[in-house]
């Protein structure tokens, strides 16, 4: 399924909908009497932030139906972004309550009640440290799979502990049915986590592949083929990629995802290109011919238009050309004739990927390859230095312009520069599509 | 979806989520 505008427009209503629900439930008939309006906003606030934090569980699912439309990417982000929305709630909660009111310290007071004061003090302890994890995780030098290990139980006693502190106030849910519903949220979110940690692995290790072939390409990078084990394997979209498990059961937390580089056509094997970024990919090349191994997917929504009619133009940095040697190698296996401009900055001509197959595809395809070098050989004649809008307005002539998507992946500097380059230049949104490498 | 407009929707999110709590909360109180 492809992104579309209007779908992701219904999933943001319900999504604030839904974050603004506990709070219209609160306000519901029978009601104490109000309190002061910084009081009842800050009690809002409170609210709110913890459905945000409730509804964190629903975007780090893997829903399919939802990530069709929106892209797992996307919502990975979205869920970034979210994240630090509810902290910055709850953190207003406490804050303004306090100033409104110096009496809500004593929640905070040990002398006043122990076990309040030290579960709330842990609680705000638990978002800083949720906060501060995830977005210098790589400056702490913690690993992913410690990273997704804290993340997870902070998050349960982030929830956990908002909702016996609701329960405990009990200011706004004196009647059963307002205390069912933050029950069910709460067991709503809980399952969430269940079905992506216990039964989306327990499906995944029902389906195992091995690893039948391993080559090293240039750039410290390798192509793991995996053929399925007793089964008929995965259909994906090119473009799309899975969270890959490598010698591990499928209940371990080492998963990482990574674009498929191989031909959607191929149905006896997928491959993976990985280049040797982090602590898990250095590791790629030294995996064993016969490795078991699982693959969670196809997710992702940066794929190209069934109709071959459309053109596309990819403007890729680096490693980011790996979903697009699935587009470009499924375009041939289809004998597609679309219009193709590939625009890929690489750093010298030695560290290049897939740089000869690309040269043959422009032979078979209907391929223009604008190959950007940073460091050129002596003798070089095409462009030079990295990806600019110079170049961009050189290539992307108003012949290409019209009536093609846009398919931008690579670093994120590169991409900081391109999306809005393709929006000046008058490129409807719903036809970039773009795909950061950093979506954990 | 480009990655610009998924903050820039978070963040529209977050203040028409702060203005609906401050409009309900001013509901209650007058």
């Known amino acids: 399924m492809k992104f579309s505008l209007k779908q992701a427009a219904v999933w943001i209503t319900l999504y604030v909908i839904f974050a603004a629900a506990p709070i219209v439930v609160a306000y519901l008939s029978p009601v104490p009497n109000a309190r002061s309006f910084w009081v009842e906003f800050a009690v809002g606030l409170g609210f709110v932030g913890l459905a945000i934090m409730g509804f964190q569980f629903v975007l780090t699912g893997r829903f399919k139906n939802i990530a069709a439309s929106l892209g797992l990417d996307s919502m990975l982000q979205f869920h970034r972004q979210a994240g630090q929305i509810a902290f910055f709630f709850i953190l207003g909660h406490v804050f303004i309550l306090m100033l409104a009111n110096p009496n809500y310290l004593a929640f905070l007071d040990p002398h006043a009640n122990l076990p309040r004061a030290l579960a709330l003090s842990a609680v705000l302890g638990a978002l800083v440290l949720i906060l501060v994890t995830t977005v210098w995780r790589q400056s702490f030098g913690l690993s992913y799979e410690w990273w997704r290990v804290i993340h997870g139980v902070l998050a349960l006693f982030i929830v956990f502990i908002g909702l016996v502190h609701i329960l405990q106030v009990g200011f706004y849910i004196s009647v059963w049915w307002k205390q069912a519903f933050w029950l069910i949220m709460t067991v709503g979110a809980l399952f969430l986590l269940i079905n992506t940690r216990i039964i989306n692995p327990l499906r995944m290790y029902r389906r195992p592949y091995r690893i039948s072939q391993i080559r090293e390409e240039r750039d410290e990078a390798w192509t793991l083929s995996l053929e399925p084990v007793g089964h008929h394997g995965i259909r994906f979209t090119p473009g799309q990629f899975a969270w890959l498990t490598l010698d591990k059961s499928p209940f371990s937390l080492r998963q990482h995802p990574f674009s498929f580089s191989s031909s959607a056509e191929n149905n006896e094997c997928v491959e993976f290109t990985i280049k040797a970024l982090g602590d898990f990919t250095k590791t790629v090349g030294a995996t064993k011919i016969g490795t078991r191994a699982y693959i969670e997917g196809p997710y992702g929504a940066f794929t190209p238009d069934p109709d071959p009619a459309v053109g596309c133009v990819f403007i890729v940095g680096g490693v980011g050309i790996t979903p697009i040697m699935s587009m470009l190698r499924t375009f041939r296996d289809r004998s597609e004739s679309r219009n193709l401009c590939l625009i890929y900055g690489t750093l010298s001509l030695e560290t290049t990927l897939f740089l000869d197959e690309i040269r043959d595809l422009e032979r078979t395809l209907n391929l223009k390859f604008v190959h950007v070098l940073e460091n050129p050989p002596v003798g070089w004649n095409g462009e030079r230095g990295l990806i600019s809008k110079d170049i961009l307005n050189r290539h992307l002539s108003e012949h290409y312009i019209r009536d093609n998507e846009y398919f931008v992946c690579g670093p994120e500097t590169m991409m900081d520069m391109v999306e809005p380059y393709l929006r000046c230049r008058g490129i409807p949104l719903k036809y970039i599509l773009s795909e950061r490498f950093k979506i954990v | ?30």
């Open chain 2, 1 to 30: 979806m480009l990655h610009i407009y998924i903050r820039r929707i978070a963040i529209g999110v977050g203040f028409l989520l702060v203005i609906i709590v401050a409009l309900l909360a001013w509901s209650r109180v007058a």
